[in-house]
């Protein structure tokens, strides 16, 4: 870590993961511009992310939220950014038996290809729409022990527990870094960084 002109700054390297049509965009468009854009649905296609600054314990920390295609055709593309995550958002639909089902199947592949530390958060998504609920909410709670991931239910449209998930990712990373300082690792960011903005201070881990 390097002192900025007043506080520190990490970077941390935040991916959504899951199928499609879970809600990963609109989760991350609701985190990043308060919206939700109904009926809106596009397949991402490959991945994109999204800057955010949050405070944590007074310490500035940047989430670098990249948001992956959940379409399969997709999936080589993904794997090559869960080396550089430093958390990983595990999305299911909670009105889709699918989409749960196939977490195992995504765990699966994260732990495969993921470093071993990475924070892994299980949210199931779409929770207003509770008229149409396939997956109890204490299922969820009870794959996500299993797997000894962090668990909430969300929802991209009202805004529910959509900070605190981002939130909680980012005090957990905070936490973590201040109990085991890391060496210094190769970030996508470091070769991506746009060109106006500043160099060397408060980009690292
Ligand atoms: N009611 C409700 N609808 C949602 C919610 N989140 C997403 N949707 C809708 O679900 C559809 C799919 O959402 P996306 O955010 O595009 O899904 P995605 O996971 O990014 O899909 P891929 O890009 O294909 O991986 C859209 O029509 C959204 O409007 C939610 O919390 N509640």
Known sequence: QRKCSESYEQTLL????????????????????????????SATVGIGF?????TVDEL?????IWDTAGQER?????????????????????????????????LTEIH??????????????????????AIRRDEGEKLAREYGVIFLETSAKTGLNVDE???????????????LPVEPRFHLHDVMRPENEPSACCSFS
Request: hydrophobic share 45%.
């Open 14 to 41: 935040t991916i959504l993961v899951g199928d499609s049509g879970v809600g990963k965009t609109s989760l991350l468009v609701q985190f990043d511009q308060g919206k939700f854009i109904p009926g809106s649905f």
């Open 165 to 179: 998930a981002f939130m909680t990712v980012a005090k957990e990373l905070v936490s973590r870094s201040v109990q």
């Open 74 to 106: 997709f999936r080589s593309v993904t794997h090559a950014y869960y080396r550089d995550a430093q958390a990983l958002l595990l999305l299911y639909d909670i009105t889709s038996r699918s989409s749960f089902d196939n977490t195992r199947a995504w």
């Open 50 to 54: 999204t800057n955010k600054v949050l």
């Open 60 to 64: 500035k920390v940047r989430l670098q």
């Open 112 to 133: 495969e290809y993921a470093q071993d530390d990475v924070v892994i958060m299980l949210l199931g998504n779409k929770s207003d729409m509770a008229s149409a609920r």
